[in-house]
């Protein structure tokens, strides 16, 4: 049995968070043992217990905006070096096959892949837009000590591409697409109950949006779209579903503040993270992601599909792979407010459209994005580099 050491950048229950959940909660233990180390404490980490999986807390750095400034990088450095030897000593005490990195904002892998003999799996889940010496540096580091890149869509494999340093490597990037548990967001559940709970008018159609507040994800640009959809269908309300990073709370009181100031406030929902992620999903009719920058593979389309919502985004980054215009949704011109209110108001007129992109959605995520498929995937992945 070979033991994969996982690292990641916290313990929320975001995207990157459930997949890495996923994996580790289904791979052949009779092949596999996996060991999770976090850099702080979360419900990821009792979700990990839960399954009965090794997990542990140590407080690694990782690497986020804040730090790049000259005392954040020298806090960062220093702790860097001082937990890549802790993280070090339990690779070799544990006797550790393989190191899968699940994202490029933990660093700590090239100090381990340099000092032991470990394989190096490092699982991207981001688009680098800016600044571009964080995009440069992170691809080059990739590209020199990776023995695999694994991405989550074509869109990011494009992106790390046109860094150029994988020009003879271009071998090393292998694309392996989330998939997600199709039973967990199928269950009979009481989206009635979801609604009651937060205040959701039951005889209203629902348009949703889930996704952390940040400054990329597009909440901003789904209000400025809904505020027009509210305004010419008085049938409809809007629901926002997502926290903020710890430190970044002024995002959501500025996002309660936009809310404020529209006409139609009254049928704008905002809930801070749910644990029933299920429960959000079956209650919207309509599922929007306007993500500004281009989004790697949001999860939170492929829980929509696998709860049958049609979906309506920007034209960019991964959801391109995930959405077929005119099958299962639409996508519109990125930062194009006017657009995305047309067509979120023309599946909201249009009650047949908007059913069969629903079906469609269904079963484009089982044949394309199933949790099999992706646990499956990387499991060839662990074999080849072992063997």
């Known amino acids: 049995m070979e ?3 996982y690292l990641h950048a916290g313990a929320e229950m ?9 994996l580790v909660t289904n ?43 000259f005392v954040g990088m020298s806090s960062y450095s220093f702790n860097f070096f001082k937990y890549s030897l802790k993280l070090l000593k339990i690779i070799k005490d544990e006797k550790i096959a393989i190191l899968h990195v699940n994202t490029t904002a933990v660093l700590e892998g090239v100090f381990l892949k340099m000092f032991s003999k470990i394989k190096l799996v490092w699982h991207v889940h981001e688009i680098i837009v800016s600044p571009n ?17 694994i991405t989550v869509s074509e869109a990011v494999k494009t992106h790390l ?62 209000i400025s779209s809904i505020s027009t959809v509210l305004a010419n269908h008085s049938n409809t309300v809007a629901v926002l579903v997502g926290g903020v990073f710890e430190g970044e709370e002024w995002r959501e009181e500025e996002l309660k503040a936009m809310i404020s100031l529209d006409p139609n406030k009254d049928r704008i929902f905002q809930i801070s993270f749910t644990k029933e992620i299920n429960k959000a999903h079956k209650s919207f009719d309509i599922f929007v992601l306007p993500s500004i920058n281009p989004d790697p593979l949001p999860t939170v389309v492929l ?37 995305l209110s047309i067509e ?6 249009d009650k047949k459209l ?29 074999n080849n580099i072992i063997d």
């Open 3 to 5: 033991k994969i050491l």
């Open 14 to 22: 975001y995207g990157a968070d459930k997949v890495l959940l996923d």
């Open 27 to 69: 791979l052949d233990k009779n092949k596999y043992c996996p060991i999770v180390i976090l850099p702080n404490d979360g419900i990821l980490v009792t979700a990990l217990k839960e399954q009965g999986i090794d997990v542990r807390v140590i407080n690694y750095p990782v690497l986020r905006r804040k730090f790049l400034n």
């Open 133 to 149: 010496v964080m995009f440069k540096l992170t691809s080059k580091l990739l590209s020199k000590f990776s023995d695999k890149v």
């Open 161 to 222: 591409l046109s860094s150029g340093f994988f020009e003879n490597k271009k071998e090393l990037i292998t694309v392996i697409y989330n998939g997600v548990d199709s039973r967990v967001f199928n269950l009979q559940v009481d989206s009635n109950e979801f609604k009651k709970k937060n205040d959701i008018p039951n005889d209203k159609l629902v348009i949703g949006m889930i996704g952390r507040i940040n400054r990329w994800k597009g909440q901003k640009d789904f």
């Open 303 to 339: 829980e929509a599909m696998a709860t049958g919502k049609p979906i309506v985004g920007y034209n960019h980054g991964g959801i391109t792979e995930m959405v077929k215009v005119g099958y299962n949704g639409i996508l519109v011109e990125p930062r194009n407010i006017e657009e």
């Open 344 to 349: 979120i108001e023309k599946l909201i007129i």
């Open 354 to 382: 908007r059913n069969q992109f629903g079906e469609n959605s269904l079963n484009r995520q089982a044949n394309f994005f199933s949790l099999n498929s992706y646990v499956h995937n990387f499991e060839e992945v662990y």
